[in-house]
């Protein structure tokens, strides 16, 4: 247990400032104005079809520009690339898809490393100087240099230290509930329970009731440790592992859902600050560098308390004072960073293995919901804004408010769904079937636009027919985006095999990673076919509701159990 309190408080507070810290690259660069830079520089150096002789001009893309500027709103950019002419938005989606391989190749390399306690911290910082030294050096790299190329890798830097980090980070969240002060009170309660009881009513150091084992011989250490009868744990004992569970529970969920309430109002007030400077620049490169730079800057600054106040090599506390949870053997073998790498290959390749599937099936239950539920998510979010530009024709400043009542509402919501919990007394899990279900409601939603049943002689309304449905969505969507979010990754922290954390938060970025282009993809496909993308809403309906009978087949108990009892050390030694 924590000596002091005060202790924890700042490993608490190391954390958080992290989340503060890296959520604003993904709000501002990111989703929004990294896209846009990439296409921008792309087209500033780019030429327009057939004829591939005239210069695009510099302009923000969007219609009224490209009528101001005398050119056709149709008329396609295209950029040399090595020996391959590229359109200038597809510059944009190659760099995002290789960032995205090299970010999933970079987990899978680094889980072992980061679920050795002396090195996570280092990850994360060196992650986080690698993603924020690329965003920041946007400042100083013109689309009129020789060199404008170099935005790809930096792009590429910047989301694969992100995406780094975030596994470094996360394997921290399972260790600081554990610490949380309701928790610890609880165990206290279980360690009290089992100096005070007879020997029938024994607890172990993990909080589980324990067998008796009767000795065979009453001098002879060497036989204590035999099983011979078990032994009945009382109600009592029952009652307060059930409490402990559930308080360990809500812990992980609450400091989850605040990490996440954090970072989203840093990314809005950075988001609000860019605004300016691409508002009255009139959206041109520099102001779209200016805002990237800007986030990169922001990401450094608030690592550093991260960085002073998150155990690192010189203090073990965090994994010594958890030692009551875990049960693993401990690994004498001179610690190597390659030997790291290649053994978390192996490792997953024996993670996927089906025999390891088995022992921890609720885990990958929950994997494969996961995989439905976050690239549903990300396209509900990609349709909706393309939806919006293209059907609805709203104005580029229209979408960008859109992308500010996001991430408002996703505070609301990752601060309101906890205090419902403690209230109705629901779990993690409930929770998440409850936001996937209304999350389903809003591709539903707009399936009714075919229907035109809210139709009138001079207005329409209902089933995302108008530009005022749009922002009611984005303030729905977000309160129930921003708690699932939260929430995702807490429940997940329930069924993670002991001290293995950074490894299981890898495969669980791995998913999400390796989802992210199914969707879109889709969309794309069914846009092309039908010519209108109100249809990819049946689509994202299917997608959601899929996810629900997995999600309601997950048995928490015995994945918690489940997990308690992996140990890799003793089921795969290749």
């Not at 919901?369 to 509900?380: E, K, P, R, V």
């Not at 929430?487 to 293995?500: D, H, V």
């Amino acid at each position: 247990m924590l000596s002091d309190s005060s202790l924890y408080k700042k490993k608490l507070h190391g954390w958080l400032s992290y989340a503060f810290a890296r959520k604003v690259f993904v709000i501002v660069s990111l989703t929004l104005f990294l896209p846009i830079c990439l296409e921008q520089f792309a087209r500033d150096n780019g030429y327009l079809l057939p004829d591939r002789t005239e210069r695009c001009t510099l302009m923000v893309v969007n219609s009224a520009a490209q009528a101001q500027d005398g050119l056709v709103p149709n008329a396609r950019c295209v950029v040399k690339i090595g020996w391959a002419w590229i359109d200038s938005a597809s510059f944009s989606l190659y760099v995002y898809s290789i960032s995205v391989a090299l970010q999933a190749l970079t987990v899978i390399s680094m889980g072992g490393i980061a679920d050795h306690p002396p090195h996570r911290k280092r990850l994360l910082l060196a992650f986080a100087l690698l993603g924020a030294t690329a965003a920041i050096v946007f400042l100083v790299l013109p689309s009129s240099s020789p060199v404008w190329w170099l935005t790809a890798p930096l792009a590429v830097c910047a989301n694969v230290g992100f995406g780094a980090s975030v596994v470094a980070m996360n394997a921290y969240l399972p260790t600081l509930a554990k610490e949380s002060p309701e928790v610890v009170e609880i165990l206290d309660e279980i360690q009290s329970k089992h100096h005070s009881d007879s020997p029938s009513n024994a607890v172990g150091d993990d909080g589980e009731p324990q067998e008796h084992h009767e000795e065979t011989t009453s001098d002879s250490p060497d036989t204590q440790d035999e099983p011979l009868l078990p032994r009945i744990p009382s109600e009592e004992v029952v009652a307060l592992k059930t409490r402990y569970d559930n308080a360990l529970s809500r812990a992980t969920s609450r400091i989850s859902s605040l990490g996440i309430a954090l970072g989203y109002g840093a990314g809005i007030v950075l988001l609000l600050v860019a605004l300016v400077p691409v508002t009255k620049l009139q959206g041109s490169t520099f102001s779209l560098r200016l805002a990237i730079g800007l986030s990169g800057i922001w990401w450094a600054v608030f690592s550093i308390p991260a960085a002073l106040w998150l155990p690192g090599s010189s203090s073990s506390n965090l994994h010594e004072n958890t030692t009551w949870l875990d049960e693993a053997e401990v690994d004498t073998t001179e610690w190597s960073f390659t030997r790291e790498i290649v053994g978390a290959w192996k490792r997953l390749g024996s993670m996927l293995h089906w025999t390891e599937i088995k022992k921890l099936r609720n885990t990958f239950k929950y994997l494969a919901a996961w995989f439905l539920l976050s690239d549903g998510f990300t396209t509900i979010t990609s349709t909706a804004m393309l939806f919006g530009k293209t059907s609805l024709n709203m104005k580029p400043s229209a979408l960008i408010v859109m992308g500010v009542i996001v991430p408002t509402s996703g505070i609301l919501g990752s601060l309101l769904w906890p205090v419902l919990q403690r209230r109705y007394g629901w779990t993690n899990l409930k929770v998440i079937v409850i936001l996937v279900t209304m999350a389903s409601a809003i591709p539903a939603y707009g399936c009714l636009g075919f229907l035109q049943v809210f139709q009138g002689d001079t207005t329409r309304f209902g089933g995302l027919t108008t530009q005022g449905e749009m922002f009611g969505l984005a303030v729905y969507f977000g309160s129930v985006y921003g708690a699932f979010q939260g929430y995702a990754r807490a429940f997940y922290a329930e069924l993670l095999p002991l001290g293995e954390e950074a490894r299981w938060y890898g495969l669980f970025s791995i998913t999400d990673k390796s989802s992210s282009f199914l969707g879109p993809l889709i969309v794309g496909l069914i846009a092309d076919m039908t010519g209108n993308i109100r249809y990819a809403f049946f689509f994202l309906v299917v997608m959601i509701w899929l996810a629900i009978p997995v999600l309601l087949s997950v048995d928490v108990e015995r994945g918690r159990k489940d997990a308690q009892e992996y140990h890799y050390s003793t089921t795969r030694t290749t």
